[in-house]
Nanobody
Framework: QVQLVESGGGLVQAGGSRRLSCVASGRTFSTYTMGWVRRAPGKEREFVAAISRNGDRAISAGSVKGRFTISRDDAKNTVYLQMKSLKPEHTAVYYC??????????????????WGQGTQVTVSS
């Protein structure tokens, strides 16, 4: 069992930056890959970024490349999503998720076993 708690969401102006955090508990953090997924209003959930167990590999969706960066701090059991140059279309609920079974990184969200409750990011124009 893994518990994930996101924080850092809120209202931000277009062009601004925001860093989301997700603290994990329940199992050894360094043994599973982590990802960020978002759900924009009226849309399906979509993959944002993922990072490997030891943080040496990361992938991100084409729509956020160059703007969003995923990282992790295993000493703090935390994964981050640094977002910059935000636009109104980045408005969404952002979820962190864990993949306990794989070592590969995928863009499909079905691989994730556990999810946080989500944190709302609203970008105003």
């Amino acid at each position: 069992q893994v518990q994930l708690v996101e924080s850092g969401g809120g209202l931000v102006q277009a062009g601004g930056s925001r860093r989301l955090s997700c603290v994990a508990s329940g199992r050894t953090f360094s043994t599973y890959t982590m990802g960020w997924v978002r759900r924009a209003p009226g849309k399906e959930r979509e993959f944002v970024a993922a990072i490997s167990r030891n943080g040496d590999r990361a992938i991100s969706a084409g729509s956020v490349k160059g703007r969003f960066t995923i990282s992790r701090d295993d000493a703090k059991n935390t994964v981050y999503l640094q977002m910059k140059s935000l636009k109104p279309e980045h408005t969404a609920v952002y979820y962190c998720a864990s993949d306990l079974h794989g070592s590969q990184l995928y863009t499909k969200i079905e691989v994730y076993d556990y999810w946080g409750q989500g944190t709302q990011v609203t970008v105003s124009s």
